[in-house]
């Protein structure tokens, strides 16, 4: 019986020599075809799901229509709107469609989602898109994007910024896809081709700027201009990174923070009370922790022990013009990285905010934003 199935098996799939002997591209599947057009549905191709209001419920994923409608502004929840019926954003009383007003009167772009399914079995990005101008990607930290605040609405009155969800982050899926750093970089790529974009304004933070800066080494001519702010990715005994793997969040907000009273931190800080009594808990301080713990488990699989995996040996290949954005009292990623960064990318400028830790901008985003703008405008 054995000597039966042992012929059927070479019969079959051949010897066990030469089985081995295929090259790894000959047993993988064919990889999904590029896209060619924004909102493609073909096989292997991207999908793009419907766009809603940030905060509003994901519709389902088996809505028909590419690059589908908006939600309209106090619809149901989940509610799309009808194919062909244009007046889905609802002029807000005294601004723009899709804008806010702060009290002072300045209009504040309204994010809109994009969820974008990638192809077969491939991941489900969520995309928050705002602004009008040139096209800015922008690539978040480990916190991931809570809420729409500090420095993404005050880029949005310069750019059209595209910020994806990494894996692992909101409504963003396929973590279990993503086997190394590389695929993670790769995601990146896809995210921008299937957005339409070509040589964008690449703006990535902590986390984030490790990704940008690999993405720019790894295809350079795909990056039109560059800023990394505070990215992690590199490593010296002499200013070794903190574990926050290992750290509560209270113990964590001293190297994020210059001033652990600002708002940003404050509201950081008041995630500890979920551990305390029920009633002293409230569904914002609920839906932080949870983003913090799914992020936290996502940057964990590419930065746990150590985030360095040799980007200080490709960071010569990055020819897009860059500007690498520090805070002058950074405690959890030294301003020594930004002097290595600057002197290891060729022509790449280095400015420095005062009175700002690694949170660059939820501590102070008037003037990180300022040196933002100036850069993807003006390169200066």
Known sequence: MRRTLHRRRL?????????????????????PRSPHRLGADRAGEPRHLPLCQRGAAAPSPDLEGVGGPLVAEGAPRGAACRAGKPQCRRERAGGAPGRRRRPGGAAVSTPLTRLIELGPARPRVEVLEAGDGPALFFLHGAGGIPAWEGALPLLARAFRVYAPLLPGFGQSTGLEHLEDEHDLFLHGFDVMEALGLERPYVVGESMGGWIAAEMAALRPREIGRLALAAPVG???DEAPLPDMFGMMVHELVPYLFHD???????????VTQLFGARDDRTDEQVELLISLVRGFRTAAKFLFPIPEHGLERRLWRITAPTLVVWGAEDRFAAPLYGKIFAEQIRGARLETVPQAGHLISLERPEPYVEALVRWGRDGR
Request: glycine share 2%; net charge positive; hydrophobic share 45%.
């Open 260 to 270: 652990p009273t600002c708002p940003a931190a404050a509201q950081l800080l008041a």
């Open 234 to 236: 590199l490593w010296r």
């Open 11 to 31: 019969a079959r799939d051949g010897p066990p020599a030469a089985r081995r002997a295929l090259p790894l591209a000959a047993r993988r599947p064919p990889p």
